[in-house]
Structures are given as C-alpha cells and as structure tokens.
C-alpha cells in the first residue's frame, strides 16, 4: 500500500513535490525514477518483504527487456504467479508482490492483470515499446487519478500531488458539482477539477511517450447473465468456499493484521471464519464508539462477537469534539464528500494504527448481496408499476402509510408532508416504468432531488446529470441485479471504498476487503437475485449461508450502518457555518440564496428530512475553504 505520481517529462525537483504531497500514503519509503521521457515517483508502506529490496521505483530485466514500476496495492496470488514465473525461466531478487508483477509483464504484457486477484494501481515504465502502461484493479480499491491535454500527461494516487504542477488550474467541474449535491459524493470518470480524470476499475491505461497518445481499455467486465444456480445448499457452499479462500489470501503480510470488528454481520462472518480456520490464532479485533449514549454506541455487538470467538479485542471511545477533524479530513479526501462516517473511520485507524499495519474490513457484502432498504423499496416499485393504475394505487398506499414507514420508504427525502413524498415516490415509480432506472435511482437514493437541486444552485452552476449513467443499468436482466451492478460500479469505487482507502492511508495504514474477492462477486451473479432480497429480507443468502456460524439475532437484525452523533455536531457548528457559507463570496457564488436559507430554516422545522441537506453545504463548504482558497 503506497502512493504513486510521475509525468511525461524530465523534473526530478516537481516529482520529489509530488511525492511529499501524499507522504502519508507511504511513510516508509520513498524513491523517484527519471530520465529524458518520463519522470516517476513512490513512496511506501511496508507490507510485504520489509527490506530495501522492496524500494520502489523497482526495475526488472528478462531477456534483454527491461521495465520500471511504481505499485500501490497488493496482489494477494502473487506467490502461485512467481512460482509459474520461474518455471519460464524468470529469477527474482525479492520477495515481493511487486517483482512479480514486472515479470509477469515482461512476460504476458497487458494481459498479466487478468492473472492478478488483488487490489493496485500501477504505472510500469516499458522503455523498449517507449510506454508508460497503467492498470486500475476490477472494483477499484486502489484510486488513480490522471491529467491529459494532449501533450502533457501526469498523473497521482491523490489529486493533491496533480495541483502542485505548474500550470495547472483548480476549476470546479460542474458535472461532479452537480453530482455532490445530488448523492453527497463525486461519481463517474471526472474528478471535481476540470482536467483531472479517474482511470475506471478493471480498465488499464497507455500512454506513448513518442506520439503522446494516451489509450483506455477494459480488461474485466461482470458477467452479470450468468446461468442460475437454485440449488441453496451449492450456494451456501460455495460462499463459505471463496470467503474462507479470500480471507487467507488477505491475511499474507510481514506485519501484523487486524480485523475492524462494528458488530455488523460482514465483519462478523469474517471474523468468524478466520476463527473457523485455524482455532488457536490470535485475532485482533477493532472497534469504536463515541460518548454520546447508547444510540450511537455499536461497541456492546462488537464486544458480543469478539467474546464468542475468542480476539484480542480493543475498543476506542471518541468525544463530540471529534468534528473539529474534518476540514483536515475533507483535505485527504481530495474532492467534497458529505458521508459523516468519514470521521469514526478515520479515527479507528488511527487507534488502530498504533496495533497494526494492516486491517481486514467488511466492505463490499451490501453491494455484492443486496444489503440496502432501497433495494427493497425499488423491487416493491417495479412490481406496482406493472399494474394498471399503478399510480393511483401507490398513492392511496402511501397516503394511509403511518410516519415511521414513510420516513423507511423515503428517509433522504427533504420534502417535509405526505404529499410531497408522493409526488416523489410517484416520480421514482414513473422512472422505473420508463426504465429511466439512473433517474428512479438518484430520485430516491439522493440527498437532493433534482428540482431542489435547480433551486439550490444558480443557473451557471446548475447541470443535469449526464444520460451516460444509465449504461450501468442496461446488462443485467434483472431489475435487483441493474441496482446492484450500479452500485459495484458506482458507489463502491466513488464514495465507499475511496473513503475507506483516504482514512486509513491518512494514518498509513493498509485496508483489505475480502467480500470484494472478484470471484465472490462473479458467482454473486449465479445467485437468484429472489435469493439476495426474499420477503423482505436484505442479504438473505449470505445470512443463510453464515447460520450455524453466527448468533440468530446478529443475523436477521436489520442493517444499521455506521452510527454517528451527526445530528450533535450540526446543532454546534450550524449558526457558524451559515454565516461562514453566507458570507464567504467564494462559496456563496454557487447558490441562490433564498434556497439556501429555506434549507438552514427547514432545518430547526425538522431535523429528520434536512440534516443530510445542510451536512452536504456544510462540508462543501470546509472543503472549498481548506483545498480551493488555502
């Protein structure tokens, strides 16, 4: 786990900067590689093979041929891969995953990344063929981020070492603006920069120093029609079979490795398989709590399961000033992000970071096997729409509908009455019969819906969001599976896994994520989706599958996401941030301002429909003020 940056040209000062910018990604190490066409830097956290053999920039020769790399990440099969390597002939100097990479380049070229089960992005400077060759891992775990206009190419692991270049400018790109407001993060391949781009998951990258082109292609794609498997028993098998395999692989390293442990069933079963395969390993296990009472407090589901299978278990307890963190974290974070789990995220591995090096995380069991209330929500939706009338019907429904399941049914809706959230709903249900399922996603799912956002924003500031997304919803057949696959593709790369990758490389510490094995997530695909989401029930199969393994009521509890006091901060910073927002004629420009103020006045109305509204401005605004004015 490292950080990587270079460009197409000869500047050992720039890229020295470049590295120091993104230290923190790798406080072990560093080390830069230039000469007339290119110009590389690294720098690193030791994982595996702790010695100076494993300094970066790395070369290798085999044959006559010789290649440069720059890796951030881990290729968890690498020692299978060496081993076929050196029956070719090869010989390696270290013992890294690094080194096996550049062999297997040398020997397969592009396609050695479909040999690799792991998480990277790397550059690998291919002097003979004159090319600098990128590759992004299938779900995107490890960020890459690129600038490109036509003759100078650059590129970073964090945005932060792309703007210390000369020249180059910080111009909001209106496209991710638009898609902040909208779903709280930036999605898609633009950044919030103008110029600087993301390379997509499972893509890689070419770019030729002699003619200057730069080439994207894709190299995985999801098999999401696969053939079904109904029978339940081969299901429940083959899960466990690949979960255990996962977790071994992302066990390997020459430091210790911990497991954060939120009490929640994925981080349960993972616990409880690595206790399954070997009875007697010590297993550390972290979590964390704020002192604000037993609403916010996940400890005690934590406490349960580290009890049952035996960790050496630390818990961390955090106080309300905590909030005081997250212009410093909106800084890491590159680019506005409005998720509050930002802050116990990042203090988790920063407490665990004095134990560990390394931490198993349960990332990725919500979009893989349908964890989220909305799928639900959206199935209930298709399956009205297929009814004459269907609109009619779902008004009269939602209008007899008791508070507590409206607010479960639209819970970021920022329209405060019933009928408000009908027209909504109808809005969404109207989508989905037109298969405008990017449209019924955001409608529902988002912070902000559409005409709210055309209000917030001045009219310079304003932009639809591009058609573009729906492509995500046209492969698979079936309607859970289209949200499920926009999800992995989406929301895991844009907002979860990038959030999880900024707060622990924030402290230099490495994150693994096993339930996002890509083979898990391909036979995900096997699954009847009727066996992801049955009878109202999220996850049904893989509960099904971990029965017998984990207690009945961690089981069939509903999901409860990360608990914050987020509702706290908000009543402590609120009077300060308007006034900062209202006055600040660089932040303020963006909105109208009547908007504005109706969303921090329908705030102390009703708390439960705005406080993502005004989480969102606040944020954007700490984060204009410390990455775009500082």
Known sequence: MCGITGFNWNDKNLVQLMNKAQNHRGPDDKGVYTDTRCSLGHVRLSII?????????????????????????????????????????????????????????LEWGENCVNYFNGMWSFCIYDEEKKILFFSRDRLGVKPLHYFYDGSRFAFASEIKSL????????????????????????????????????LQPGHNLIFNLTNKKLTITKYWSNNTNNKLTTNKEFIHNKIIELMKDSIKKRLIADVPVGVFLSGGIDSSAIVALMREADKDT??????????????????????????????????????????????????????????????????????SRSHVKTVITGDGGDEVFGGYDYYKIFNHLNTISKIPFSKNICSSLLKVAPNFLLKKIHKNSSDMDRNAIIRRINYVLNNIKNKNYFKAYTSLVGIIADNERKKLLKEEYFEELPEEFNQYFIRPNNLLNKF???????????????????????????????????????????????????????????RTAMKGRLPKDLLWRQKQGFQVPVENWIKNMLDEQRSSILQNKQVNKFFNKTELEKIFDNYKKGEIFYTRQVWNLICFNLWHKKVMEE
């Open 49 to 105: 093979d702790l010695s100076k053999k494993g300094h970066q920039p790395m070369e290798y020769k085999f044959k006559g041929k010789k290649a440069v790399i720059i890796f951030n990440g881990e290729v968890y099969n690498f020692q299978e891969i060496r081993q076929e390597l050196e029956n070719k002939g090869h010989k390696f100097n270290s013992n890294t995953d690094t080194e096996v990479i550049l062999a297997s380049y």
């Open 163 to 198: 703007l210390i270049i000369p020249g180059m400018r910080k111009t909001i790109n209106l496209q991710s603006l638009n898609g902040f407001f909208t779903m709280r993060y930036c999605f898609g391949n633009e950044t919030i920069f103008e110029g600087i781009k993301k």
């Open 282 to 351: 010590e297993i550390k296990t972290y979590a964390l709590a704020f002192e604000e009472g037993e609403k916010v407090n996940e400890l005690p589901r934590a406490n349960k399961i580290a009890k049952k299978f035996n960790t050496k278990h630390t818990e961390f307890l955090i106080g309300p000033d905590t909030v005081d963190v997250l212009s410093k974290l909106l800084w890491h974070l590159d680019e506005p992000m409005a998720d509050p789990a930002i802050i116990p995220l990042y203090f988790l591995a920063k407490n």
């Open 484 to 542: 499920l696959y926009y999800d992995q593709n989406v929301l895991l790369p844009d907002s979860y896994l990038n959030k999880t990758d900024r707060m622990t490389m924030a402290v230099g510490l490495e994150a693994r994520e096993p339930l996002l094995d890509y083979r898990l997530l391909e036979f995900s695909y096997r699954i009847p989706p009727k066996y992801k989401v049955s009878l109202g029930q999220t996850k049904y199969i893989f």
